[in-house]
């Protein structure tokens, strides 16, 4: 279950960087190496509101585009229960915590290898 956070690319950690500073909740993120082939990793977190989703998503999307990585998609900015930010290598799921119980990602990539990242 837990693979030390500094093996995973620095992309994806510039990436939980800016959601804690958003207090994500539950930021797990799913290896899908050889689990999938439309994407790397899938990085899963929790908001307490849809306020909140939006401001992690935003802080995730203004720190990568800093940094030169732009999303090739977003979809769910407007309700945000669920944002999605697709930049390809890898997905950002954020979550209110009501969404994220019911499509329940972590189970349905339970092949995954999993990393839970500490708060």
């Known amino acids: 279950v837990n693979r030390a956070r500094d093996t995973l690319p620095p992309v994806l950690g ?3 960087s800016a959601a804690q500073e958003k207090k994500a909740e539950k930021v797990t ?3 899908l ?3 999938a082939s439309f994407t790397d990793y899938f990085l899963i977190c929790s908001g307490t509101s849809n306020r909140q989703v939006q401001a ?3 802080a995730v999307e203004e720190r990568l585009g800093q940094r030169g990585w732009n999303p090739a998609q977003i ?3 407007a309700l945000a229960e ?3 930010i697709d930049y390809r ?8 915590e009501r969404a994220r119980l ?3 990602l972590e189970r349905l990539w339970r092949a995954s290898k999993r990393t839970e990242i500490a708060e």
């Open 14 to 16: 510039w990436a939980i």
């Open 29 to 31: 993120v799913l290896d």
């Open 33 to 35: 190496h050889g689990v």
């Open 56 to 58: 992690i998503s935003d």
């Open 75 to 77: 979809e769910g900015r």
């Open 82 to 84: 669920w944002v999605l």
């Open 89 to 96: 290598d890898f997905i950002v799921h954020i979550f209110t």
């Open 102 to 104: 019911f499509y329940d």
